[in-house]
């Protein structure tokens, strides 16, 4: 959702209330980053282990077992607070929930195209998937239930798990409580670039895995980038962004509020605001000022919201659905008279909120039951967030009866010659000849023909 200078001038007809201080992708495609993480991924694959256990002290000060063990990981939950540690069982009820009813929506199915002609789809999931659980300077105690459990609702027979090692857990007890919650087949303290080469490689003493998945910083979502091709990936995440459409029914306060609530995941996490109010924008600057007085993350909060934060005002709602495409957020929430219009035509974000109520928290803590892996970046435009159906491959067949000869094969001889391609005509033409060219069953017209 980055505004880049070319961007700012599509956007131009609409006054701007704040402009992002920085132009361009923040953090993106650093060659610095795109240069280690090609050489570490190298170094990986031609050292295996030895490698990941190198970085795993230089990087990560760890030198203990790599491979969290079964008894450690069902006693995680043990060392957390009552509370969270329900919390936590809450949120991942509510998103196995919502992936299962994701899964029973998705129906093989088989349909006749022609008498004796007929094609059909099946579901089938991925065998094995690698999923990261980042635990940087804030864990993610939910991704586990987004990565680990949407696979495991999903069918897939095996899902590994690696995470940065820390503490006398191996890692940190909330993430490791998470992966056990969600069904981890294994689970390893492996953290950044050499977990997912460790995983993609096939070298924690089992096959590679077929498919990456989870947020990361930008190291790890390089190697997602590098490995794509010899893996399945979900997508290239972060940073994280929100965008809020407003009018002047909604309250200052809370959008100031949702709009800092992303902007605390790092100093370049971008966060708009879309109103058809100038007022009301001005009252949500003056309240994000306010609010990043007292605000414990403000470094951070307050740092994406003055390089990275903006304000747009628009003459009505059909005008914030344009703005709002251009932009194409993570995350979109909606405050307004008129909710259902914007759900009715936006087409361009990764997850929508509808409602004061809906506050982004709710899905990235999993308590509402969406993903909250979701595309950035302005790829909402063709790519959506982490779901059952990313762990799943529709795969097509075909079953003909020798009725169905006649409805197939002379087009596919016709074809064939046209193209010059003698051996797939011949493919037709041996049914063809097996079942008697001048049986009857060719009539000289095409199904088009006839109808």
């Known amino acids: 959702m980055q505004i880049t200078s070319s961007e700012t001038q599509a956007l131009a007809p609409f006054q701007w209330l704040k402009q992002p201080a920085v132009d361009g992708p923040p953090a993106q495609r650093d060659p610095k980053v795109v240069e280690r993480v090609s050489e570490m991924l190298s170094n990986i694959e031609r050292k295996g282990l030895d490698a990941v256990r190198t970085y795993a002290q230089e990087l990560d000060g760890w030198s203990g077992d790599l491979e969290i063990n079964a008894t450690e990981l069902k006693k995680s939950g043990d060392a957390l607070p009552v509370d969270v540690r329900s919390a936590l069982e809450l949120g991942y009820e509510r998103t196995h929930r919502f992936a299962s009813a994701q899964r029973e929506h998705l129906t093989d199915f088989e349909i006749e195209l022609a008498p004796g002609v007929a ?145 605390e995941h790092g100093p370049n996490s971008p966060a708009a605001l879309i109103t058809t109010s100038a007022e009301a924008g001005r009252k949500v600057i003056a309240a994000i000022d306010k609010q990043l007085e007292s605000l414990a993350t403000r470094e951070i909060a307050g740092a994406a919201w003055r390089d990275f934060g903006s304000v747009i005002v628009v003459r009505d709602a059909h005008e914030a659905v344009a703005v709002a495409d251009v932009l194409g957020p993570e995350h979109l929430e909606i405050q307004t008279a008129d909710d259902d219009f914007f759900l009715e035509n936006l087409t361009n974000y990764g997850s929508l909120f509808l409602g004061p109520w809906s506050t982004v928290a709710y899905s990235d803590k999993g308590i509402a039951g969406t993903n909250h892996v979701l595309p950035t970046g302005k790829t909402a435009r063709y790519n959506s967030g982490l779901s059952v159906s990313r762990f799943l491959k529709p795969l097509t067949y075909q079953r003909v009866a020798k009725e169905g000869t006649a409805a197939l094969a002379p087009a596919v001889e016709r074809i064939s010659a046209f193209e010059g391609l003698a051996a797939h005509g011949a493919t037709a033409t041996i049914r063809i000849d097996k079942v008697g060219r001048h049986s009857g069953a060719f009539d000289g017209t095409s199904a088009v023909d006839r109808d």
């Not at 002047?248 to 306060?253: G, I, N, Q, V």
Request: charged share 15%; with cysteine; glycine share 14%.
């Open 119 to 263: 094609g059909g789809q099946r579901y089938v999931p991925v065998t094995r998937v690698g999923a990261y659980l980042p635990a940087g300077r804030f864990p993610l105690l939910a991704s586990a239930f987004m990565t680990v459990g949407v696979a495991k609702a999903a069918g897939v027979p095996t899902v590994l798990s690696c995470t940065p090692p820390s503490g006398e857990h191996g890692a940190h007890p909330a993430v490791l409580y998470g992966a056990y919650l969600s069904r981890a087949d294994r689970v390893f303290a492996i953290g950044g670039v050499q977990a997912l080469g460790a995983m993609a490689f096939g070298l924690l003493g089992d096959a590679p895995v077929d498919m990456l998945v989870g947020a990361g910083n930008a190291f790890v979502t390089e190697a997602k980038r590098q490995l794509f091709g010899r893996v399945g990936i979900d997508l290239l995440a972060g940073p994280s962004e929100v965008a809020v459409i407003a009018d002047e029914t909604a309250d200052p306060e809370w959008v100031a509020a949702d709009l800092l609530g992303q902007a």
